[in-house]
């Protein structure tokens, strides 16, 4: 069985939101209609988003971190809010595991926001729909869009490639790839929901840099430049001009 | 959690209406029974109708909730796993029979339909049997609408399934009361002291729940909710400079101080005046009598709306601070 999901790479997250507006974009663009987007020049702006990066500060001062943390639904695979829909209109899609919204089904009633302990859900105050993230479903498999962008806009969009998209299901995919090199991890894991969506932790990086990469053994200017170096005190071209 | 007015009003009208339907009813059981004496004229098509106008109000209340109310009857659907949905059947199940038992009774249409053992039964006591079947359902199902969310842990209990069954009959019986009084018919002493008794043992469980929520602590952190293992987390920014529904629709804004008014206030009106009122009144005292019932109901309204105010919901650990 498939899971579409995405691995959010808290390591590489430097939190510059575009993803936020990219998933906006696209979703306000889309077959839906708009999504709400209420004083957005104002002091107060607020609207739907499926999608916010959050920032998070751990530690104290100054030992501190700084982790940008993007939000969206996990699509999860025993999603809560599903099962308390009185409409049918949230359900899980058995063929790849994406939890979806009918539009077209929902009353309104707000209570699979009450069963998500995420708070991924969000009511469009204009629509009076509850809408989420649907993982670009509609970019997944159209067959105009050339092969490599069918792929959720958020995933594209990030310019540090901290958002991996595939099966977790598949134990060859980037997405698993990821989850099992680097620790990946599921939110409040004590409710038992399984999300399929995973965050990858931050990790100690360090690079052995050795001499010999700063400074070439075999410099061939180190050859030539024997015996012909201009004294340094004398003023050079370089320092001159103001290129 | 931010009070849903609407649910406020439909839970507490609701359950007035079928406590009021199940204690004229169990009255006429005591009646056929020779446990109580058949006392005045039928009033019991004016209790009924009373109780089915009580179940159109909630469910007008309920409509307000909806984003989309002309697709209510699609909720319906999805019974077999939604609470939600088996209320969407039961009420109007209870309606459509407090209704007919009314009309039966109005029309005089109560023929002789079987009898248990030397009791003869009637259509109205049929009908009525379906009735109570339907609005017992319909206190399970509207509490367990709550008592299923296991995220939020003051709700997923027995209890709120209890409280909002002893709620909705400790209110109906004080209505009965009231009808009894004001039309003269109908067994007052059975009446108030069900009240009575009622009122005092949704108090008890109240109380009970009060309890147990007071030391209730959610698993969630903020340490489980990003999955950053350090004591020291400091949310700097939501990701929404305006606010947004997982600010608006999970949080309530009243103060401390308005939420320990709130709480006295409800345990006081709702359960303990009209105790002391029922207890001392009379079969003629209708002003003590309605005086309790509407002490009694804006307790209640007070007490549902507690009731949302007491609950935290998980999603809140992520909205701590705005920037």
């Keep these: 069985m498939t899971q579409l999901a995405l691995v959010i790479d808290l390591n590489t997250c430097v939190g510059c939101h575009a993803c936020v507006t990219s998933c906006k974009e696209w979703n306000t663009s889309g077959d839906a209609g708009p999504m709400v987007d209420r004083n957005p020049y104002g002091a107060e702006p607020t609207g739907t988003f499926f999608n916010r990066v959050q920032t998070f500060e751990v530690g104290e001062f100054p030992d501190t971190q700084t982790i940008h943390f993007p939000k969206s639904c996990l699509h999860c695979e025993d999603p809560p809010c599903v099962p308390v829909c009185p409409t049918g209109a949230s359900y899980k899609r058995p063929e790849d595991g994406i939890v979806l919204v009918d539009y077209d089904k929902c009353i309104g009633c707000e209570y699979c926001s009450w069963a998500c302990p995420y708070g991924a859900r969000e009511i469009d105050e204009q629509q009076k729909v509850m809408k989420k ?31 991996i998209y595939g099966d977790i299901h598949d134990p060859e995919s980037d997405a698993s790839r990821a989850i099992n090199a680097a620790g990946g991890y599921q939110l409040m894991p004590e409710w038992g929901t399984q999300p399929a969506n995973h965050y990858l932790p931050r990790r100690k990086v360090s690079i052995a840099v050795h001499e010999e990469d700063l400074q070439r053994v075999d410099n061939p200017l180190r050859k030539e430049d024997r015996g012909q170096r201009a004294p340094t005190t004398r003023t050079t071209l370089d320092d001159s001009t103001s290129w | 959690m931010k009070p849903a007015f609407s649910v406020i009003f439909l839970t507490t009208l609701i359950g007035a209406g079928q406590g009021l339907f199940l204690a004229y009813y169990s009255a006429e059981w005591l009646v056929m029974l020779n446990m109580l004496q058949p006392a005045g004229s039928d009033y019991t098509t004016l ?43 039961a009420l109007p199940a209870a309606m459509a029979t407090v209704f ?91 009446f108030s002291a069900m009240a009575v008794f009622l009122t005092l043992a949704a108090l008890m469980s109240r109380l009970f729940s009060l309890s147990r929520n007071l030391n209730l602590r959610s698993p969630s952190t903020l340490q489980s909710a990003i999955g950053v293992h350090h004591p020291t987390i400091r949310q700097m920014a939501q990701g929404a400079m305006g ?75 992520y909205y701590q601070m705005i920037s």
């Design chain 1, 133 to 163: 993230c649907t993982l670009c479903v509609d970019r997944l498999y159209d067959e105009s869009l050339p092969e490599a962008e069918r792929k959720p806009v958020c995933v594209l969009s990030c310019p540090t490639s901290a958002r």
């Design chain 2, 47 to 89: 209790a009924a109708s009373i109780s089915f106008l009580l179940l159109v109000a909630g469910l007008l209340a309920s409509f307000f909730h909806l984003g989309h109310p002309e697709r209510a009857w699609r909720a319906a659907a999805m019974w077999r796993t939604s609470w939600l949905s088996r209320e969407v059947i």
């Design chain 2, 100 to 190: 007919a038992y009314a009309v039966i009774r109005y029309f005089g249409l109560d023929l002789q339909v079987l009898t248990l053992g030397r009791i003869p039964v009637s259509l109205s006591t049929l009908v009525g049997f379906m009735a109570m079947l339907a609005i017992i359902a319909l206190f399970v199902c509207t509490a367990m609408i709550y008592a299923s969310l296991k995220f939020l842990r003051q709700w997923h209990s027995p209890l709120t399934v209890l409280n909002f069954f002893l709620m909705g009959m400790a209110s109906g019986f004080t209505l009965a009361t009231v009808l009894a009084v004001a039309t003269s018919a109908g067994p007052f002493g059975y």
């Design chain 2, 243 to 317: 606010g947004s529904f997982n600010t608006r629709a999970f949080m309530h804004t009243y103060g401390a101080g308005v939420v320990r008014l709130g709480r006295r206030f409800f345990l006081i009106s709702g359960f303990v005046l009209p105790l002391l009122l029922l207890f001392f009144s009379e079969a003629d005292s209708l002003l003590v009598c309605a005086a309790a019932l509407l002490l009694q109901f804006l307790g209640l309204l007070a007490e549902r709306w507690y009731f949302f105010i007491e609950a935290e919901h998980p999603q809140n650990v």
